[in-house]
């Protein structure tokens, strides 16, 4: 079943393009920023998506891989002068390989205990950016990266990142909800229900887990080097453990292995973060700056931590879920089924 | 000499690293549910304690019981409000639900307590180095190793002991057996948690008398408990306890030796290690799956 399927679907998702790709030209830098900022998360979390919703590999490791595409393009360009266009897939390949070196763990131990291996991995490869070769990676230290540029252009203003990173987060979504419906997709969903089941009949457990570390990886690699470039400065502690767990939290709210529940819940999530770091001043106002600050500080875990748990117990199937109840009443209307 | 230093400092650290390691392993073996808000529980502990002696300004031994309570208290609502509702559920939404829950945690101290380290300012064991011949043993660190292991004695004797005790080994042997002998397992579960709770408040009290009470030092202290936990195995007692030590023998060596910010690596590359080459651990029990 092709992903559009009628006249009706084609005309929808033109419109719907010609829409998003029309907002520049009257929403102001910020808004533009956060939709770029969306638009990178999106890219990573439906790489782990794919990882943990689709194949079934629980990882905690997600901003890890996205440091290590961070990291590498910008090393590329600033110490081997690789141009942009270079950069950007080297950086996702080369995050990709070390995916696949981290879930090779995955070949002997699964739930819980992968976890824990990605875990580690999330503390180790923060630390060698700190240790190792501070000369190049700038250690705990801001290392600044240039605006890309593409054939003579430089996107410096949000308006031209925003035609840099949206088109790629479209091809994302597309290509991984192609990728589900292929027979990579269905593998993983094979490994993700029994794994043992889906070896008996005939399905490579080495081949697909790997391919999902390493697809998983990819993505969260070119979300790494999206962000160095649109930050134009990285550090280590943008990547931190619990940048993994809100992209965990994404899934869980999105739905498991849906790539449209996931969509929404990247910009649900996103959204309330950035509701409460607008409001939280005016909320805090009257009190003295220092208890202000932790207030604000220790509002976002708080709510992302009470929509992640009242997901799990009310509706652990996620937004996805809800958006085919809606779209099914809007099919049957006027009959309620 | 300097070798026999590092060894016994490191043997002392040890021994609350595998009191940390407890507060997971008791969890672990009655519900199978591994406590990600470890790290969390411990600075909520120490924020009461701290709380009770100076916003209070109550002496101390009726600050620590009262410490003991709220922690026990705490336990409880945590199993009750995020576990609870998630029994049976896949093994995705149990990680998820501790990782939620140390977020919320992490937002009502920040909330209550904010973000400063702050430490005791009585302190409530004595700080004075102790010499031996030439070794030098920190009169606190040799306080916190007294305490974890009288804390170990206690709950072994209370899990051979007493009728409560018989019914949280029964019930890690086996839910359902555990059931349909008339144990109340989800009871079993909330105390289980309540226990725990206790436990890593009283890790916390001794690491934020060591290293100060913040939100951003204990949780941080809070991690190095799961390398232990792995290590030993996650359903062994024992385990935790020989984990403990190795773990922090391991880690003042590397301190002392190599390199200290290689030390503070080093858990996580055992963790690597066991993952790879035996995953249950030195005690786990190895599961053997069928279709």
Known sequence: MAIIRTRKHWVLTILALAVLFSLPLFLSGRVLHFINLVGITMIAAQGLNLLTGCAGQISLGQSAFMAVGAYSSALLCVHCGFPFWLALPSSALISGLVGVVVGTPSLRIKGFYLAMATLAAQMIIPWLVINVRTDLTGGSNALLVPAPVLFGFTFSSQQSLFYLIIPLTCLTLFLVRNLMRSRIGRAFIAVRDNDLAAEMMGISLLKYKLLAFFLSSVYAGLAGCLWAHWMRAISPDQFNILESIWFLGMIIVGGMGSVVGVAFATVFIKFFDIVITLFSPSLTSFMSPQLAQDMAAGLGPFVFGFIILVFLILEPRGLAHRWDIAKAYFRLWPFKY | ?291
């Open chain 2, 1 to 291: 000499m300097l070798f026999l230093q590092f060894f016994l400092n490191g043997l002392l650290i040890g021994g609350l690293y595998a009191l940390l390691a407890l507060g997971i392993v008791l969890i672990y073996k009655a519900t199978h549910v591994f406590n990600f808000a470890l790290g969390e529980m411990l600075a909520v502990g120490a924020f009461l304690l701290y709380t009770f002696m100076f916003f209070a300004g109550l002496p101390a031994w009726i600050a620590i019981p009262l410490t003991i309570v709220s922690a026990m208290m705490l336990g409880l609502c945590v199993e009750r409000v995020g576990l609870r509702p998630l029994l049976g559920q896949p093994i995705l939404a149990s990680i998820m639900a501790t990782l939620s829950i140390s977020l919320i945690l992490r937002g009502i101290t920040l909330f209550v307590w904010g973000s400063p380290t702050v430490s005791l300012q009585e302190k409530i064991m004595p700080t004075k180095a102790m010499r031996m011949g030439d070794l030098f043993l920190s009169n606190e660190l040799i306080w916190t190793f007294v305490v974890s292991t009288v804390l170990f004695i206690f709950l072994l004797l209370f899990f051979r002991f007493t009728k409560t005790g018989l019914f949280m080994r029964a019930t890690a042997e086996g839910h359902d057996v555990a059931q349909a002998a008339g144990i109340n397992v989800e009871r079993i579960f909330a105390l289980t948690w309540g226990i725990a709770a206790v436990v890593a408040a009283a890790g916390g009290i001794m690491l934020g008398n060591r290293f100060g009470i913040g939100i951003t030092t204990l949780p941080m202290m809070g991690i190095k408990a799961f390398p232990v936990v792995l290590l030993g195995g996650l359903e062994s007692i024992p385990g935790a306890i020989i984990g403990g030590l190795m773990i922090g023998v391991l880690e003042s060596l590397v301190s002392g030796f190599a390199d200290p910010q290689l030390a503070e690596i080093s858990p996580y590359i055992v963790l690597l290690l066991v993952l790879l080459i035996r995953p249950e651990g030195l005690f786990g029990l190895k599961r053997i799956e069928r279709i």
